[in-house]
Nanobody
């Protein structure tokens, strides 16, 4: 499977962006998906995850209430709606496919190429 992330850009603090991650292949709906991010000089961190059917989600405390993960299993796409963005949300955002059907903060085996999100103050 290949994952292609898009939708990043430059936005002012308080603004919104929606990231998309399109997946190739026929097994998209069989696996949970996740979003991660890596800021300059920092380790990659978990942002959000969604179960294979979309019925269960999980968020990092730092984005809870501001970000929403969703998926469209017909379009083989997972989304990350980001509202009330803060400068500390600046990072490269990666989508990833889990080895499991259920939400997880680890256990991912396929990664997209990343899309840059920059939030100015």
């Amino acid at each position: 499977v290949q994952l292609q992330a898009s939708g990043g850009g430059l936005v002012q603090a308080g603004g919104s962006l929606r990231l998309s991650c399109a997946a190739s292949g026929r097994t998209f709906s069989s696996y949970a998906m996740g979003w991660f991010r890596q800021a300059p000089g920092k380790e990659r961190e978990f942002v959000a995850a969604i179960s294979y059917g979309g019925g269960s989600t999980d968020y990092a405390d730092s984005v809870k209430g501001r970000f929403t993960i969703s998926r469209d299993n017909v379009k083989n796409t997972v989304y990350l709606q980001m509202n009330s963005l803060k400068p500390e949300d600046t990072a490269i955002y990666y989508c990833a496919r889990s080895r499991s059907r259920l939400t997880s903060r680890t256990n991912y085996d396929r990664w997209g190429q990343g899309t840059q999100v920059t939030v100015s103050s």
